[in-house]
């Protein structure tokens, strides 16, 4: 059975009501007319998440991933109970969760504030969740002193929130939630307000928690690269809505549509929605910025308009065109980053349509020393590319 499921859940938030606000009825107005723009609108109110039906098991560590608004945090939160499921089933251990209290719920959430105790030291804020559990102290420093060294908090347990950083606040914050082991961890962008370099550390030491202490974690963020570092399952959100879900590995080399396609990779996916099939003695040929070159893919669609997505990675760059031209294109470099084992390029072909192409090479290619306003070539490995059906935007093999 599985731990956690959402089933057709819905989640339709009123709309404000300027009348109940009579000291900031202009204020008022203005949301509810913000709240009038919004892209998915009922008779009552605007739909925050819709047809959303996701399967967790035991042990999984869920991420949702998506843009600001795309209702991530309203799925954690009708799962933790703070907010209540409009239409659908929500269930837990196979028990469905409504009229259910939070906290009856045996579910852990830790949100991008740290709301620690200022007057608790670090090992009694991770104490305080079992306090009332007339545990003996013996048991209970035990329980402490094994989820301080789990977090690394043991030089500071003794040290009270305002004389910490910010990552070791959030790993106090982590610790209280999860020292009563509980069934679903959930996570509301814990490390948004810490440095980079921070973050990367405290992803690594999330993945050391989940391995060790084997529970289901749910993990919200709008940051791909923590999210593909993080997820056993990875699940993209769009408009209150899945887009797809997998592995991270397997939905950046299969996605299912474009909006997978372009979520997940950095730089991002490049679309030709100009592209052609064709079809010759030798198989497949695809016609793209005024160019034809050969598919190597089984395709069954029949000849005609496609959408095309290569990754910055699938290009080859090359500072002279060689004998095989007539297989390459001509660019212009429009803009060069340094990114350490790569170098990405934004580039405009000479010939033809303007557009702006995004490649991705090493840094020890012989083209990688070009730079802004000069010139090269480029071939892309159509073997590679992903082709999307022009009306659904459906990956076609």
């Known amino acids: 059975m599985p731990q956690l499921e959402l089933r057709n859940i819905v989640k339709i938030y ?148 305002a004389t910490l950083s910010g990552g070791e606040m959030q790993r106090t914050a982590i610790g209280r939630a999860l020292i009563r082991r509980p069934k679903i961890f959930l996570m509301d962008e814990p490390f948004s307000n810490l440095d980079t370099p921070l973050r990367r550390k405290l ?27 993080l997820a056993t399952k990875l699940v993209l959100m769009k408009d209150g ?15 299912e549509n474009i909006t997978s396609g372009t979520m997940i990779g950095a730089p991002a996916m490049n679309i030709f929605r100009d592209a052609v099939l064709l079809r010759d003695e030798d198989g497949c040929v695809l016609r793209v910025l005024g160019k034809e070159f050969p598919c190597r893919k089984k395709i069954e669609k029949k000849c005609g308009p496609v959408i095309l997505g290569l990754r910055p990675v699938h290009f080859e760059m090359f500072r002279e065109p060689g004998a095989d031209s007539g297989e390459m ?37 012989p083209a990688a020393g070009v730079h802004e306003g000069q010139e090269v070539w480029i071939r892309p490995r159509t073997e590679e590319a992903f082709l999307f059906d022009t009306e659904t935007e459906m990956r076609l093999q």
């Open 14 to 161: 009123p709309f404000i009501n300027p009348k109940k606000y009579f000291f900031n009825r202009k204020k008022a107005e203005k949301v509810l007319e913000e709240q009038r723009r919004m892209p998915y609108l009922s008779n009552e109110g605007v739909i925050a998440v819709q047809q959303y039906s996701l399967t967790v098991e035991e042990g999984e560590f869920v991420v949702l991933y998506g843009p600001s608004g795309c209702g991530k945090s309203t799925v954690l939160r009708m799962i933790a109970g703070l907010t209540d499921v409009t239409d659908g089933e929500l269930l837990i251990d196979g028990e469905d969760m409504e009229g259910v209290l939070p906290e009856e719920r045996d579910v852990a959430m830790v949100f991008q504030e740290y709301s620690l105790y200022p007057h608790f030291t670090v090992a009694q804020n991770i104490a305080f969740p079992l306090r009332n559990l007339h545990l003996p102290r013996e048991e209970l420093d035990r329980k402490v002193e094994l989820m301080l060294r789990l977090l690394e908090l043991t030089g500071v347990k003794d040290e009270k929130p």
């Open 203 to 229: 992803r690594v030491l999330m993945k050391k928690i989940h391995q060790e202490i084997g529970t289901t974690f749910i993990y919200v963020t709008h940051d791909m690269y923590e999210a593909m570092s």
């Open 329 to 365: 294109i001509l660019c212009t470099v429009l803009r060069r980053e340094d990114a350490g084992t790569e170098v990405h390029f934004v580039l405009e072909p000479v010939e033809g349509e303007s557009c702006e192409i995004r490649t991705a090479i090493r840094s020890e290619d």
């Open 241 to 255: 809505m899945i887009v797809q879900e997998g592995s991270p590995g397997d939905i950046y080399s299969h996605p």
